[in-house]
């Protein structure tokens, strides 16, 4: 079975903090993304990577970096959070990069709070 | 950038009946649109996808079209349960896995 895993389901930070979020998937996908969610804004595509150690910035890639060092892990960087970074935060994979396959797989998402 | 509406009213409907539910897209068409469930404290799960150049996708229950004139996808699911109530996401992807998801519309279907 497809798997999609975050390291966190809830977390707590305070801001200035440097905060990781990490992702696995287990599917040998090429692709990885992270969004985070909002009401009323749906999701929003902050990172992608479609290789190991290649990322492409999404619409809102500002306060944000990620890591791809193996093809099975992406993570999320908040270098200093901040209030406005408080949301839920998705991650998703999918096979590869011109496949006709595109559906994303998600994890369950990590919803940080950023006080 | 793409933008994705759906409606942001929930869709309240009797159990058996047909749900209707709809996403439009400005500027461009996307190559594909996929269309996605979410339960509460969930990831969204996919369930159909529809290339461009595809007016009707099937998948037990459910229907999806793609009308690149009106810039539009209609989701339908027949026969509905309550089971079906969620927050189903459009979503629509242009280059190289760039993803513009809708803010979801929530069904609700009533026994």
């Known amino acids: 079975d497809v798997k999609v895993t975050q390291s966190s389901r809830y977390l707590v930070k305070r801001t200035g903090e440097k905060v990781f979020l990490e992702c696995v998937q287990d599917?040998?996908?090429?692709?990885m993304f992270w969004y985070r969610q909002d009401p009323g804004l749906g999701l929003r595509l902050i990172y992608f990577s479609y290789d190991v150690k290649m990322k492409e910035k999404g619409d809102i890639p500002e306060g944000y970096s990620v890591s791809r060092e193996k093809k099975e892990r992406f993570s999320l960087i908040l270098e200093s959070a901040s209030t406005n970074q408080t949301s839920m935060y998705l991650c998703?994979?999918?096979?590869?990069?011109?496949?006709?396959?595109?559906?994303?797989?998600f994890g369950p998402g990590t919803r940080l709070t950023v006080l | 950038s793409q933008k994705i509406e759906q409606n942001s009213e929930a869709l309240n409907i009797q159990e058996g009946k047909t749900a209707t539910l709809t996403c439009n897209y400005t500027n461009y068409s996307p190559a594909y649109l996929q269309w996605y469930r979410q339960d509460p404290g969930r990831g969204p799960v996919f369930l159909l996808l529809?290339?461009?150049?595809?007016k009707e996708k099937r998948k037990e229950r459910l229907k999806v079209t793609f009308d690149t004139t009106l810039k539009q996808s209609l989701f339908h699911i027949t026969a509905s349960q309550p089971a079906d109530s969620a927050t189903y996401l459009c979503a629509a992807e242009y280059n190289f896995n760039k993803f513009y998801f809708g803010s979801g519309t929530k069904l609700n279907v009533k026994p």
């Open positions: 529809i290339r461009e150049n595809e």
């Open positions: 599917m040998d996908h090429e692709n």
């Open positions: 998703a994979s999918s096979l590869q990069r011109g496949s006709s396959y595109n559906e994303q797989f």
